[in-house]
């Protein structure tokens, strides 16, 4: 018979809150639809919660919760399998290719750019992830659990990568006309 979670602690509930939007990010980072983007978030508080007593406040508070909710999507995302990559970049894709404002060389370039990271495996679109959500490399690093050389190195290869399959895509484009 499994015990019923025990009710969140105040400190607990209150840094999540604060930091509620990294989980939110990653969460339309690797799914697209709202059900699915809502289940992760589910999912991601739930192991946040679990792996609660095992947080050691004597490091960031930010830093762990990136950790426990890119390790939740990156093994939801592998239980999916293939067809998790073949999905867009969610909420912020959507806002960008929806808006009237945009010209269509905007979103020709966002789509480009969205199906070089769909090329991406779980581990690089992470870093990706956290290299666009501001993170230096050494908070990328102990996220991902690597040293800050080889997570600028990652980046890097990752950076040249997307540019080559962009570059590509456009001559592609530009050459067919």
Same mark, same amino acid.
């Given at each position: 018979?499994?015990r019923p979670l025990?009710r969140p602690?105040? @400190?607990f509930?209150?840094l999540?809150a604060?930091? $509620?939007?990294?989980v939110?990010?990653?969460a339309?980072?690797?799914?697209? &639809?709202p059900?699915?983007r809502a289940d992760?978030?589910?999912d991601i $508080?739930?192991?946040l919660w679990r *792996?609660w007593?095992?947080?050691?406040? @004597?490091?960031?508070?930010s830093?762990w919760?990136?950790?426990?909710?890119?390790?939740?999507a990156?093994s939801?995302r !592998?239980a999916?399998?293939?067809q @998790?990559?073949?999905?867009p970049?969610?909420?912020a894709?959507d806002?960008?290719?929806?808006a009237?404002?945009?010209d269509?060389?905007?979103?020709?370039q966002? *789509?480009?750019v969205?199906?070089?990271? !769909?090329d991406?495996?779980a581990?690089?679109?992470a870093?990706?992830?956290?290299?666009l959500?501001g993170?230096? $490399?050494?908070e990328?690093g102990?996220?991902? &659990?690597?040293?800050?050389?080889? *997570? @600028?190195t !990652?980046?890097? !290869?990752?950076?040249?990568?997307?540019r080559r399959q962009v570059? *590509?895509n456009e001559?592609?484009d530009?050459?067919n006309g």
């Amino acid at each position: 018979m499994s015990r019923p979670l025990p009710r969140p602690a105040p @400190a607990f509930e209150d840094l999540l809150a604060a930091h $509620h939007g990294i989980v939110v990010k990653i969460a339309a980072s690797y799914c697209r &639809g709202p059900e699915d983007r809502a289940d992760l978030v589910q999912d991601i $508080h739930l192991q946040l919660w679990r *792996a609660w007593p095992a947080y050691d406040p @004597a490091r960031s508070f930010s830093t762990w919760m990136y950790r426990v909710a890119l390790n939740v999507a990156i093994s939801r995302r !592998r239980a999916d399998g293939a067809q @998790a990559g073949n999905e867009p970049l969610g909420e912020a894709h959507d806002a960008l290719v929806g808006a009237d404002d945009v010209d269509a060389t905007a979103r020709q370039q966002l *789509a480009l750019v969205e199906r070089a990271m !769909r090329d991406l495996g779980a581990l690089d679109r992470a870093l990706l992830v956290l290299h666009l959500e501001g993170c230096g $490399h050494r908070e990328i690093g102990e996220v991902m &659990g690597i040293s800050e050389t080889n *997570a @600028a190195t !990652r980046l890097g !290869r990752i950076r040249q990568q997307l540019r080559r399959q962009v570059g *590509a895509n456009e001559g592609d484009d530009h050459g067919n006309g």
